[in-house]
């Protein structure tokens, strides 16, 4: 017997079905209406009502026993239906599923008491599954959106350049959800916090900071703030009163979150590379300049040798002449001067060397910083490098 399948019959005769049903259902057997209508049991299967010679009124039963509530999809069967034979069209649109005459026997009743039993059962796992499959649908329809919302935010978050961007496409995409925020960034590059107006509001991103270091999930009220690493989200209106969304939101905020961070990062690394480039280029530029500086004292420095030890050639003549030596010591007095201008020639021909190599290393370098990004080609770094090092 399946104390969960019960037969709720009314009827005067206190054994009727008794023994072709009493032992594979609970049957709970009500003499009178008043009875019946105030003690129906939720798990009852089916309704039977057995009318009489002097029994109630059976159109008025079974609209009674359909207004009350959560009976109005339980089948009804009617016994004893002499007196609904010219009513039976309005019994059925009332709502009973068979009238069976008193003239059939008990057990053709069993039997379609048990087919409607059957049909109760299985309608009911159907309902059942359909409902589950709508649920399925929704949660599927519902994982698709959100999943679709980070999805396009993830493709999107690349393509910020600054702060103001990113937090601008944190906050579209809290929105698609439904949800109001206000969003904070941190990084080397300064804080940055804003709510969907682009302003920010003073006291919300005070409590982001503070707020900050104390887990993933911050809860209180409606209100939440949520933070992974350098980025927080203050959500002011979560669905507390829904547990399956509002865990569901959690986690994919938390993704979005993710996203925002590393993009932040990105943009700090980016931004310290042009922070580094521009020091280099900077460095650059001083050294070539102080190079340049180099350049003009060396010519300097040789004109003014070559200066010196032509006025000195022109000094030792003079005195040879008014000193009466002899041939043998002039010859040799030219000899040494000879050698000293040549000497002095070699070596300024080789100054002049040295600076015109020193000159095309200050043009080569001229032409690769001129360029602000310092963003030189493959072949330009070798170029580069080879000039250096024959330097």
């Not at 960034?185 to 302003?199: C, D, F, I, P, V």
């Not at 959500?235 to 509002?246: N, R």
């Not at 003014?304 to 040799?332: C, F, K, P, T, Y």
Request: charged content about 30%; some cysteine; aromatic content about 6%.
């Amino acid at each position: 017997m399946d104390g969960d399948n019960i037969i709720s019959i009314l009827s005067e005769r206190p054994r009727l079905l008794d023994d072709s049903l009493g032992k594979r259902y609970t049957l709970k057997q009500y003499p009178i209406e008043a009875q019946l209508l105030s003690k129906l049991d939720p798990d009852t299967k089916l309704i039977v009502l057995d009318f009489i010679e002097h029994g109630p009124e059976a159109l008025e039963l079974i609209k009674n026993i359909r207004n009350k509530g959560g009976f109005d999809q339980v089948p009804i069967i009617v016994l004893e239906g002499e007196h609904l034979h010219h009513s039976s069209i309005q019994a059925f649109e009332m709502g009973c599923d068979d009238i069976i005459d008193k003239g059939v026997n008990e057990a053709e009743i069993a039997l379609r008491c048990e087919k409607l039993i059957f049909n109760k059962i299985a309608s009911d796992q159907l309902q059942a599954q359909v409902k589950q499959a709508t649920e399925l649908a929704f949660i599927a329809m519902s994982d698709t959106s959100d999943l679709g919302i980070n999805i396009q935010f993830l493709l999107e978050v690349h393509q910020c350049s600054n702060l103001d961007e990113l937090g601008m496409r944190l906050l579209q995409a809290v929105n698609a959800y439904g949800l109001k925020a206000s969003v904070q960034l941190r990084s080397e590059m300064g804080t940055k916090n804003m709510e969907a107006s682009g302003m920010e509001r003073e006291l919300e991103s005070k409590l982001m900071w503070e707020l900050k270091d104390d887990g993933r999930y911050i809860d209180f009220g409606k209100r939440s703030v949520m933070n992974y690493e350098q980025v927080s989200v203050l959500v002011k209106d979560m669905p507390v009163d829904d547990e399956k969304k509002y865990g569901a939101l959690k986690d994919n905020l938390f993704s979005l979150l993710q996203g925002a961070d590393a993009r932040l990062k990105a943009l700090e690394n980016v931004q310290q590379v042009e922070d580094q480039q521009q020091m280099v280029r900077s460095l650059s530029i001083k050294m070539q300049n102080m190079m340049e500086d180099i350049d003009d004292g060396y010519q300097s420095v040789m004109k003014s040798i070559a200066d010196v030890v032509e006025n000195m050639s022109d000094g030792i003549n003079e005195v040879i002449m008014n000193l009466a030596l002899h041939e043998e010591q002039e010859r040799a007095l030219e000899k040494v001067m000879e050698y000293g201008l040549q000497t002095t020639n070699a070596i300024f021909s080789k100054g002049l060397q040295l600076d015109e190599d020193f000159q095309n290393v200050i043009k080569e370098l001229g032409v690769f910083l001129s360029n602000d990004k310092v963003k030189f080609t493959a072949e330009q770094r070798k170029k580069l490098l080879k000039i250096i090092n024959e330097s």
